[in-house]
Antibody, heavy 117, light 107 residues
Framework: EVQLVESEGGLVKSGGSLRLSCDGS????????MNWVRQAPGQGLEWIGL??????????HYAAFVKGRFTISRDDSKKKVYMEMNILKTEDTAVYYC????????WGQGTLVTVSS | DIQMTQSPSSVSASVGDRVTITCRAS??????LAWFQQKPGKAPKLLIS???RLQTGVPSRFSGTGSGTDFTLTITSLQPEDFATYYC?????????FGPGTKVDIK
């Protein structure tokens, strides 16, 4: 069974940093493209970015709004994907999901990140 | 960036109704279009990939059509568990993007 489990989010002050992680199991993690997607309260889904599998180049791609503030990485030996978020803003308050695949087919349960002013 | 639009933004329907949601991409995305269903407080669920490929376990009352820029999700004979928000997603070119969503609620 495919499982994705995001680390606990939490409360962070505006301008601060936070690193999320996502543990994958039940699939060949090293072959999977891994996405991060977020959803602000009461809003729609917003694609943040992804890291390709190393066989596919291991490159990262981001939405324009990231503007260098977020960095996605992976550790295939630990079956984890990470997202380092810096210079957080109140508008980054959202539930953050990791998901597998070019088309996100399996999703974690999400983790809430709250950025206070 | 490729912009995705959906219509309608919301629809009120009854059990047994046929519901059609459209998604339009701002440029050709071939068949790199997926449909997701999301219920409150839950993670999205992939229903259809590659514009028309029904995922395992998804009821056959869901179907997807289209290619290029225009796509459709149809739910025939709406069931109580289908009341949710539906999103389209393009994975043709980076950055990937979601549509704004269509809320299907009870009339």
């Amino acid at each position: 069974e495919v499982q994705l489990v995001e680390s606990e989010g939490g409360l962070v002050k505006s301008g601060g940093s936070l690193r999320l992680s996502c543990d994958g199991s039940g699939f060949t993690f090293s072959n999977a493209w891994m996405n991060w997607v977020r959803q602000a309260p009461g809003q729609g889904l917003e694609w943040i970015g992804l890291v390709k599998s190393k066989p596919d180049g291991g490159t990262t791609h981001y939405a324009a709004f990231v503007k260098g503030r977020f960095t996605i990485s992976r550790d295939d030996s630990k079956k984890k994907v990470y997202m380092e978020m810096n210079i957080l803003k109140t508008e980054d308050t959202a539930v953050y999901y990791c998901a597998t695949g070019r088309t996100p087919d399996f999703w974690g349960q999400g983790t809430l990140v709250t950025v206070s002013s | 960036d490729i912009q995705m639009t959906q219509s309608p933004s919301s629809v009120s329907a009854s059990v047994g109704d046929r519901v059609t949601i459209t998604c339009r991409a701002s440029q050709d995305i071939s068949s790199w279009l997926a449909w997701f269903q999301q219920k409150p407080g839950k993670a999205p669920k992939l229903l259809i990939s590659a514009a028309s490929r029904l995922q395992t376990g998804v009821p056959s009352r869901f179907s997807g059509t289209g290619s290029g820029t225009d796509f459709t999700l149809t739910i025939t004979s709406l069931q109580p568990e289908d009341f949710a928000t539906y999103y389209c997603h393009q994975a043709d070119s980076f950055p990937f993007t979601f549509g704004p969503g269509t809320k299907v609620d009870i009339k």
